[in-house]
């Protein structure tokens, strides 16, 4: 055959392998795709990635059954994701500590920033400061003095380091300059199970995982680290109201995509993610658990972006002031 003639073919079989292409990624997906959480399941982010799951499994016509990878601080999971092939049907539910990671753990087995596509922001979770439910204490006053008298011999609970509830730890202590005997856990779920068991003091952890139990008395509550209080919880103070200002953090969540995902692709789960916010029922659990789903103008990839980086300078300082590493 001359080249003239292969080059021919090779153009025929071009133009009929484009269009497939062109309807592979406009049928995507296919098949269930598989949401990593990397955390335990029964926590607060396996909470709010369970919902999500299922309202963008309904747009997308496919189920996104949901996977949880817990262990070293969520970044089992998120390694997981980025070493996953870019075709969107392995994506990642993440909370605050995409943001934390970067400085927690100085060696990695994958990029903790650029290993990512960004899908958009889902919500922020304001955080409870919760005891056991003899604690022998009434309210955040009668906390502080504790905590300053017994220091060490209070336990905190935590779901690892890097986890939203140890982030929260870290700034309780810097507030009261009172260190404390901290209990890491494989998630929320156990240590929130130990601390309904009595076995530990104390724990910061997102009204997600603590409204349930706050209602129903099975948990002493002293107050809500945001600056307003939230709608589920009216009589619990803010932080600020209960005689300690500037004690303030919400944890946020966000959607990813292994990096090179396809741009059509990212754009599709991202018109599922903001169908999914737009969902009353979503909301309203949301609102059950003392939360909210971020406005839909918040929730692109761009701004999603910009927020995690700008976050990432924001709690860096204050990891490596407070030289607690992961590593």
Not at 21 to 35: C, D, E, K, L, S
Not at 114 to 136: D, I, W, Y
Not at 271 to 288: K, S, Y
């Amino acid at each position: 055959m001359t080249r003239f003639g292969k080059r021919t073919v090779l153009g025929a079989a071009l133009a009929l392998a484009l269009p497939a292409i062109g309807h592979a990624q406009g049928t995507y997906p296919t098949r269930p795709i598989t949401m990593i959480i990397p955390f335990a399941a029964g926590g607060p982010t396996d909470t709010v990635g369970r919902l999500i799951a299922q309202a963008m499994g309904t747009e997308l016509g496919q189920p996104v059954v949901v996977e949880n990878v817990g262990g070293a601080g969520g970044t089992l999971g998120a390694q997981r994701v980025a070493n996953a092939r870019p075709d969107g049907y392995t994506i990642l539910l993440h909370h605050i500590g995409m943001a934390t990671i970067p400085t927690l753990y100085r060696r990695l087995a994958y990029d903790p920033i650029n290993g990512f596509e960004t899908v958009g922001l889902v919500t922020e979770v304001p955080m409870t400061l919760v005891a056991r439910r003899n604690f022998p204490a009434t309210t955040l006053a009668e906390l502080v003095q504790v905590a300053r008298r017994e220091r060490e011999r209070l336990n905190y609970a935590n779901a690892g380091i890097g986890a939203a509830s140890h982030l929260c730890g870290l700034l309780f202590q810097k507030a009261l300059d009172t260190p404390f005997t901290t209990v890491p856990y494989r998630g929320t779920g156990p240590a929130m199970n130990d601390l309904l068991a009595g076995t530990v003091d104390l724990m910061c952890d997102q009204t997600t995982n603590t409204t349930e139990q706050i209602r129903a008395g099975t948990v002493r509550a002293f107050a809500v680290t945001t600056p307003q209080r939230v709608a589920s919880l009216p009589d619990l103070p803010t932080a600020a109201e209960a005689g300690l200002p500037g004690f303030e953090v919400s944890v946020w969540h966000g959607l990813y995509t292994p990096r090179a995902t396809p741009r059509p692709v990212v754009e599709r789960l991202n018109r599922a993610l903001v169908a999914a916010l737009r969902d009353e029922g979503i909301a309203r659990r949301f609102a059950d658990l003392g939360t909210a789903p971020v406005p839909v103008e918040r929730a692109t990839p761009e701004i999603h972006r910009t927020f995690w980086q700008a976050d990432i300078q924001k709690w860096r300082p204050l990891i490596q002031a407070a030289g607690q590493y992961a590593d």
